[in-house]
């Protein structure tokens, strides 16, 4: 079974994801990880954020590598553990130039439908239902208001020990939402067959439990 989760920044799709993957034994792939480690491999080798011929040489010879670790999921680049390095401010905000990238793109999606092979799996980002896996069993469409979005990240922030201003937060996850919906290939977007979560008041639980129902109905068919 492949279930897709998309949706715009902070709407909780990796917290709900994992949780449901462990729950479930299925295998969780965060597609985002891979385009913030792209955006990670081009800071490194101080090429610009537009290159996209010199970035596209650069994922080639530094391989991008999920490792489970004491029940976490790590990213590796070059063997080296980049987890904590890909969630940056900086990172955050030059991700969206990156993952418009012709190139970028087609690599990461054939790498994604790779990695989900014929196993049962959940992913998470922004083109999974219309791109990468367009015949999954269910597809959702996270939302949340930008204001709950942002006081969302303020915290997860908070507990890595970056202190960021919350009206920042805000206006650069509605300038990344508005970068990821308007680039010209595969842009976030809800797919016809999918079924919007609008998780503004919701906690991580309920947000899991009826996504979690979901999956039932879907499997009990
Ligand atoms: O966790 P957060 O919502 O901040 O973002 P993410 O899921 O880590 O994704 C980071 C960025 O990668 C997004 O803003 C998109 O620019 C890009 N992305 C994408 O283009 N396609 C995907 N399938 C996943 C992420
Ligand atoms: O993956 P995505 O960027 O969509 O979001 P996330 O990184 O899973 O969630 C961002 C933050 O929101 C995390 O700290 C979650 O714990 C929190 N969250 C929440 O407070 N309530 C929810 N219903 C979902 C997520």
Known sequence: MQVAIDGPASAGKSTVAKIIAKKLGFIYID???MYRACTLIAKK??????DEARILEAINQNKIE???????????VA???VSLAIRTPEITENVSQVS??????????????EMAGSTNVIMDGRD?????????????????????????????????????DLAKIEHDIAERDYKDSHRAISPLKKADDAVE?????????????????????KMAK
Do not use: C, W
């Open 31 to 33: 597609t985002g990880a």
């Open 197 to 217: 979560v609008d998780t503004t008041n919701m906690s991580i639980d309920e947000v899991v439990d009826d996504i979690l129902a979901k999956i039932n109905a």
């Open 100 to 113: 418009a990238l012709k190139g970028v793109r087609e690599k990461m999606v054939e790498l994604q439908r």
């Open 66 to 76: 999920f490792k489970s670790e004491a029940g976490e999921q790590k990213v590796y």
């Open 79 to 81: 063997g080296e553990d």
């Open 45 to 50: 080798e101080h090429i610009d954020y537009g």
């Open 128 to 164: 999974i239902g219309t791109t990468v896996l367009p015949d999954a069993e269910l597809k959702i469409f996270l939302v949340a208001s930008v204001h709950s979005r942002a006081k969302r990240r303020l915290l997860d922030y908070a507990e890595k020990g970056i202190h960021e």
